[in-house]
């Protein structure tokens, strides 16, 4: 019922920096929280960064000072990422917290995915 649709990904060279973008679609009540994760080959999927609703933001020690995620008044995130190291090469996600009409009436719970994104640093 709440579709996540991510874009911004790609290849960049160390130092670089790149701006990813999620946006949220569907039969949404509220948000409360939506945020980035990533997964590296043979690792598990990590939190990178997630805002609340009220503009609390959270971030993994290995982005702090470097990455940045940010909310407009919708239904959209960003992740501005600075530079950035070979080791953030990852799929990245977006996930969206919060409630949602459901078909047959009524608000319940939802969590969503997005279908990920791939980012590259590599010279």
């Known amino acids: 019922q709440v579709q996540l649709v991510e874009s911004g990904g790609g290849l960049v060279q160390p130092g670089g920096s790149l701006r990813l973008s999620c946006e949220a679609s569907?039969?949404?009540?509220?948000?409360?929280?939506m945020g980035w994760y990533r997964q590296a080959p043979g690792k598990q999927r990590e939190l990178v960064a997630e805002?609340?609703?009220?503009?609390?933001t959270t971030y993994a020690d290995s982005v702090k000072g470097r990455f940045t995620i940010s909310r407009d008044n919708g239904d959209t995130v960003y992740l501005q990422m600075n530079s950035l190291i070979p080791e953030d090469t990852a799929v990245y996600y977006c996930?969206?917290?919060?409630?949602?009409?459901?078909?047959?009436?009524?608000?319940?719970?939802?969590?969503?995915w997005g279908q990920g994104t791939q980012v590259t640093v590599s010279s």
């Open positions: 569907g039969s949404i009540f509220s948000i409360s929280m």
């Open positions: 996930e969206a917290e919060g409630r949602a009409y459901y078909r047959e009436g009524g608000v319940g719970d939802f969590g969503s």
């Open positions: 805002i609340t609703s009220g503009g609390r």
